[in-house]
């Protein structure tokens, strides 16, 4: 009984020591391989081309050896690719992997051999059944470019979704086999929601629910990736799903995208690689974004999870950048009441009042007669007000950003902007830069009668439109019976 519990023990402490191991470690075999460099890449959310650089070993005798101790390696899908940046071959690692690779470049990425790595044995297989199965995908293509009757169309179909059937059933059987590995978490997290057939309908089970499909889409979409599984992150697989999800699930609006935010990155708390990664992608989708009024979105990130530490891979000079970013643009959100600007008219030297300048709708200009894309917006920006943004309403408020009174009298001129209230800054005291975040030009914001901000990084092509849209709200708001429109 005694002797049991040792060789238990030892058993015991063996796994330990295997599953405890940092790193990896590989011994790459290619017979035929002159002396020369190989690399080690890996992905980051992304598929390729962009891979990152992750290691560099030298062939001697057709032989190299990668050894990682890193004990943050957490694994994922690794590149092994020669110096010519041609031929490549992928590989699954997990930490505490220890394998050895014999490689046949003459046929490579066919005939890999692994040692000591069953996982990666399998997933060999699997490239394998991948590479039949578009095969005969290419083959339905063709047999329905040929079909010439429903009939043959139908029979087409009927095999081609068999065929997908079958996948689906390749990648389910093994995730059951094999639960808990890498390759069966990337199966789940490549899954997507099957629409259950037959009709849905509304709460009265009379009327059909048109928009059940999209709900039950959207409401499974994430059902199969494991947020808290950072070796994900090394896949090509996270930035498809983010870039679908936000794209064509969730509506552009800001109110949307920060409740949507809030739960994946509350699904991936506690992780560091996936919660990096989303907290990231969220922020750059945002900054990226051409959608008006998202910069709210940039904000709320920074107040709720930058400044409260989430961003820990930041340095404080990092931070500080983002923290001083939402501080500029938070003042003149769309829906705040504009900053008060007081400035000389530099025809007249007049005090001029944005609050105080009577109209249904003010356009604020930000602009500089020296600036090649103001030279080529404000013409267009003038025939555009002649044509139709006068009659409804609207009056514009220009600040030129130059000193030069004589340059911006010669540009109000050229431009016939004399009905327009022209002003300046020679002494810079309105601080009119970080009030309306001007950081380039033209900048032009929209205001309402109440000088609050319905419109910002405008030009002459959308503003007559989001008039109208505004307009087209109040008068439904009236219809409702609910006065006026929210900001």
Partial sequence: MKRITLIALLLLLSMAQSFGRDGFHIHLKMPGVKDSMVYLAHYYGVNRPKIFKSDSAYFKNGEADFTNKDPDFVGGI???FLSDYKTNFEVLLN????MTITAPIANLPDGLKFTNSPENTRFEDYVKYLKEYGAREEKFKKELAAATTKDDTAAVRKKAVASSKELNKYRADYEAKYPGSLLAKIFKGIETPEIPEGDHFLEDGKTKDSTFAYHFYKKHFWDGFDFHDDRLIYTPLYDAKLEEYFSKLVLPWTDSIEKEGDILLKKAKGSKDVFHYTLWWLTKYIEDSKV????????YLVENYYMKGDAFWLTNEELSKFIDRAQKISPNMIGNLAPELKLPNVAT????SVHDLKAKYTLVVFYSPN????????????????????GKGLKIFTVATETDDTTIMKFVKKNNMQDWTNTWDPEHTSNYHDKYDVYSTPTIYLLDDKKIIKGKRLDHSNIGGLIDMIEKKKEADKEKGTGASKP
């Fill in 78 to 80: 690794y590149i092994l």
């Fill in 371 to 390: 600036c090649g894309h103001c030279q080529h917006e404000l013409p267009k920006l003038d025939s555009a007000y002649r044509a139709s943004l006068k």
């Fill in 292 to 299: 008006m009024g998202l910069d709210e979105v940039f904000v």
């Fill in 95 to 98: 930490k505490g992997d220890d």
């Fill in 349 to 352: 030297r007049k005090e001029e």
